[in-house]
């Protein structure tokens, strides 16, 4: 029944009833009569002056507030346009606030049609506005809830950013910004708001939404009773009567079963999308500012924030405004969250890239906030790789919370709570929140929705509900916190309460052992056309990994060769690679690396991958001169010998063709070179035991080094390859079947809504081999090199008028794999060009490299979850493989992958046209190499040629005394690499060594270091010292014995006496 003093309707039914509420709270049709008009019963234009900042895109960056505030303000007026994109305009907003407004709420009201920031006189953030953006809207900012009166004239400035909170589209938001649009200032006033009119429309809002939703529910008719008979008071005049009617309904509280809400506001941001780095800055500055503003009128507001990498900007950038932000975080109000430098790719970037991540994050909100995030949370990527909880382990988390699952097409993932369980045996505690989203703003249907749709009913007591605006930042209002104070207790909803992470997690942790388990990776059946996306990202961040990598090395060979004397040396270049890494960890955030930002974003990530690259190459000079000493060119009239020596970064002793000097010093020659593990070799020529060899026969091209041994069309296809000694032929089958591999296919590609985000399974329908035979296209292969060390051939594709294909097909000397130099010429639109390679092998599954570890996944659809992933992603290589026999595909810098049935595909480019019109339209170079083997890929070392493959040996120089073999570290044992050799971060002088498992197995290995240590400890991705490992030491030698179970991620520390 309702409740006392309520009269239900007796004229109406809920088809009209319903609707008034809607009408009285909400339409604009009304106002006269309804509350809409009374909300703001006065108001008064402010005066108003414009200073238009020079520049576009990001100079704001070059301005300080105090700098700003002197410039030559002009007057405008409200009805102007503002613009172009991406500019910034400053406005001096003056007024008096009038004497028979006191005692009355007054506010700031405001509408750019685009974001804009409140600054008061003396330069501090106040808050972020949002205009123009339909329901995600903050308009308004809270000048003080009772003038005082005799306040005088006063100053605030607000900075409008010309976007909107999704950039700078017309129409759809994924659509290129239009770099002309101009925005409209419609409103700069100040105005009273009626607090108990305010409320009331809250009141409604709610009660109307609850009637709505639970429309067949006896709650929902007790609400709607409630709120006409609310209308009807208001109608009479009796505003109070109507309030009190509410507070009675909302006093009704809920029962102990209820389900529980964990409400946590938070604002995700994306790092760059719509809008480049530089805007973010500020949306982070806004989001922040706006959530203290809350704060003072919501004591219990909880808020957080991910991605230390938007901590740090709105440190450097806005000072006053952190400080202030620290200040919350001690009160446990405002909380980092998510441990991550950025809300990163969860599958391109490399096993370091995702353990840098978490140090970087995790270690400055310790040093700048004195707080440890206990979770990893990453809402909003595109599916999850199947070693994250390993490497979440090694990091010391054990709690993960994503979203993003909810968006696959075809098959929803069962469980919203569970164990997940990685490929070396970690598991962790699992979160997805039910609502799916976010970006709740706390209506009434989401909190119905996220107890509907928990799939762990029975299991636990509470779910994780996410409400503020995001993705393009702004977090919660005071609308939402409104609905909050209402909806926390009702009877007939769950219960809500305002909690951390923290408190959260640590629930479903005592309820851990209700749950499931899930194993193996987080799939998304969707935006896996990101895996190649904007080729120049993840051909850039593939070398950058590998270069810090190198950098790394050799530094940290100099620091412990060299002990003290090389603390300057270790300083210096620390602080170089701290930048660098944080450079290339921004760029892998989950928008960028994979390719779905408007255009401006990629022209600055290169620069910051670039630089990157350039530090990462300082360090290794600098490295190479410290610990092999410094050649002079010429000193006076005396010339100082120089040599040469081969800089090897893995732990495997190379035996390969490499490119040198030629005698005139201006071009180049082939070499066949060895080169020690981990170390440096002389660069030697050294005789093939059987040098390349091609013929032509039959209309085919044979090419031979005594290893393999392929036969190559006149199109570029590769008609046969074998392992010499085996007859069995990776393109043949036994009944003399014609296969094919390295067929260059083009598809169409064009998605149902997310452009450079998608690639459907309808592609496959629509199949075009550009190479399966010799015509008007087609350049024929010809012979372009052929001198015993190495065989090359050439061919040319014209894939349309503006597109082409040039590939080197190449064998060099002592090498498995037959390599394609392959340089693209790329101006096509809505196509996805692959490398497709149909093979003469029977297997169910295909392996995969991931990070620091393997993934098998099956070939066959019999499932509609194997169906689905007809596009999955993979590392340095995939192979297909029989128990004793098989293909490896090595690449450098490609991402996207199929293996169906007995065909593996590497996807190489894709062409779409939102929200970056000009995606991949320009000429890239890259490589793929063919790896057949026998035996199992473990045996055949297929891991060791993707670290080759994509490593190449360096060439330094060196004084001519130091040109000799010796190696700084190596491995004895099959199954562990050493990825990772490094200084530790404290500068300490102690080395940290990461290695993992490769094989699947539980492999034993003993590392040797060729320097004399004074302890060994195991260690983390954190670098803690941990206990100490058994080691024998003596002159310049230390060795230790490491053992580990299959995909492990482990991590020791050495420290040495410092002289």
Known sequence: MSDPGVQASLHKNAKTTIPRISNFIYSSRFKDVNLVGRLYPHSKNVELSHWALPGGE???????????????????????????????????????????????????????DSESTVWSHDGKVLQGLSTGDGAQRRGDYLLTSSYEGNKGKQVFYIEMAANKLFGGADGDNTNPPNPDKMFTLSKAEIAVMDKLVYKLT????????ISEALEKDPLGHQAMYTANHMVNLIIKGDDSGASA???????????????????????????????????????????????????????????????????????????????????????????PVGTTWTEMDGNIPSGESFIRQFVYGQKFYQKELGYTCKEFWLPDTFGYSAQIPALMQHVGLTRFLTQKMSWSMVNKFPHNNFTWEGIDGSSVLAHFPPGDSYNMFFNVDELLRTVKNMKDKGRVSTSAFLFG??????????????????????????????????EMFEQLETEQHNMCHWAGELYLELHNGTYTSQAAMKQLCRSAEFRLRDAEFVLAGAVATLGSAASSLLQTSLASLDPAWKKVLLNQFHDVLPGSSIGIVYPQAEA??????????????????????????????????????????????????????GKDGKTEEEMLVEAPPFGFGVINSVEPTHKVTVEESDDMFILDNGLIKAKITKSGLVASLVVIGDERDIFRKEDGTQLYGNQMTIYDDEPLYWDAWDVMDYHLETPRVLNDKVDSTITPVTVVKDTGLVARLRYKIAISDDSSITQDIELTAESPYLTFHTSVSWYESHKILKTVMETNILTR???????????????????????????????????LSEPDWGLAVLNDSKYGWMGRGNKLSLSLLRSPKAPDAECDMRDHTFKYALLPHLDTLQKAGVVQRGYEFNNALRIARVPEAQVKVRSLISVEGDGIVLHTVKPTDDASGDLLLRVFECHGCKSKARLNLEMMASGVFASNGMEDKDKAIPFTANSNHTHFDISLTPFAIRAYRISFLQE
């Open 58 to 112: 990001g100079a704001w960056q070059e301005w300080t507030f105090d700098q700003v505030i002197t410039q030559d303000f002009t007057p405008t007026e409200i009805g102007k346009e503002f613009g172009p994109t991406w500019t910034t305009h400053w406005f001096k907003l003056t007024f008096e606030i009038p004497e028979e407004w006191k005692g009355k709420e007054v506010r700031i009201r405001w509408n750019s």
């Open 202 to 209: 809250r009141d409604l809002e709610m009660l109307y939404q």
């Open 245 to 335: 009617v509410a507070d009675t309904f909302w006093s009704k509280g809920n029962g102990e079963r209820a389900h529980k809400i964990a409400a946590i506001g938070n604002c995700h941001i994306d790092s760059a999308w719509l809008w480049p780095y530089s805007e973010t800055k500020r949306k982070a500055a806004r989001s922040y500012s706006a959530q203290l503003k809350l704060m003072e009128d919501y004591p219990e507001h909880i808020f957080v924030a991910s991605q230390a990498q938007q901590w740090a900007w709105v440190k450097e950038y806005y000072p006053e405004l952190f400080e202030r932000i620290k200040h919350k975080v001690a009160e446990g109000k405002f909380l």
């Open 469 to 502: 605006y995001g993705d393009g930042g702004g977090g919660p209002t005071q609308n939402m916190l409104e609905r909050f104070r209402r909806l926390k207790d009702v009877d007939g909803l769950p219960k809500v309460n305002m909690v951390t992470p923290n």
């Open 608 to 661: 910051l991958y670039r630089e990157a690259l350039e530090a990462a190459d300082s360090v290794w000079d600098e490295s190479i001169k410290a610990l092999l000493g410094t050649y002079v060119s010429e000193t006076g009239s005396e010339k100082a010998v120089e040599g040469e020596v081969l800089f090897n970064s893995l732990q495997w002793p190379r035996l390969e063709v490499i490119k040198v000097p």
């Open 845 to 879: 599954n295909a392996s995969y490299e991931i990070q620091f570890g393997i993934l098998e996944r099956p070939t066959h659809m019999n499932t509609s979850w194997d169906s689905a992933r007809y596009e999955v992603c993979g590392h340095k290589w995939a192979d």
